[in-house]
């Protein structure tokens, strides 16, 4: 079965700190996407990454960077010198492989909510 | 180039009563997919539809149905609403069947009383 995991409910910060925001996968398969989107308070879920199962390069954007480790089933999330801007619910989600090629459907985790004050 | 686009952004219902919810896709993509976010939850897989044709369904009864138009549309249909079909119902659109990034519509709220 695949199950995305993300045990931190809430994270409060104050604004130039950074945040790492943790995520734990499990899937049989060898061949999956990772993925995290941002969903602000307007609803719209923001997408923000996509890494394959055999890119394990960390990458960075900005003030992003993601850490993906598959010897831990985990692809953390980092935001740098966070601002208010980035005070929003952030999830992790999990595209498997049904044998024939990758599905469209992503499984998410249940988000964490980022809260950054000035 | 215009994103996703879903209508309408909110809708009250009465339990019993029957919805249709639409979707447009970003320009050039054939895969559309139906995901139920209840409060305080990720999103959950409903409906994917690839050049028409459904490639997969979520754990949701037969009352939910989707199809997907020859302009690559989409509609959400729900039957004898239950209070707990109360959601935020988004849309997302993709080139590709999988794998790829998919990009998500601002949503629909409905509301069932």
């Known amino acids: 079965a695949q199950k995305v995991t993300q045990a931190q409910t809430e994270i409060s910060v104050v604004e130039k700190e950074d945040v790492t925001l943790d995520c734990v996968y499990e899937t049989r398969d060898t061949t999956y996407y990772l993925f995290w989107y941002k969903q602000p308070p307007s609803g719209e879920l923001v997408f923000l990454i996509r890494?394959?199962?055999?890119?394990?390069q960390n990458e960075i954007s900005g003030r992003y960077s993601w850490n993906f480790q598959k010897s831990t089933s985990s692809f953390n999330f980092t935001i740098t010198a966070s601002q208010v801007v980035d005070s929003a619910v952030y999830f992790c989600a999990l595209s498997n492989w049904d044998g024939s090629g990758n599905t469209g459907k992503l499984i998410f985790g249940q988000g964490t909510t980022l809260q950054v004050k000035p | 180039d215009a994103g996703v686009t879903q209508s309408p952004t909110h809708l009250i219902k009465t339990r019993g009563q029957h919805v249709t919810l639409r979707c447009s896709p970003i320009s050039g993509h054939k895969s559309v997919s139906w995901y139920q976010q209840v409060l305080g939850q990720g999103p959950q897989f409903i409906f994917q539809y690839y050049e028409k044709e459904e490639r997969g369904r979520g754990n949701f009864p037969d009352r939910f149905s989707a199809r997907q138009f020859p302009n690559y549309s989409s509609e959400l249909n729900v039957n004898a609403l239950l209070l707990g079909d109360s959601a935020l119902y988004l849309c997302a659109s993709s080139s590709r069947q999988g794998g790829n990034e998919q990009y998500f519509g601002p949503g629909t709220r409905l509301t069932v009383t």
């Open positions: 890494r394959n199962s055999f890119d394990e």
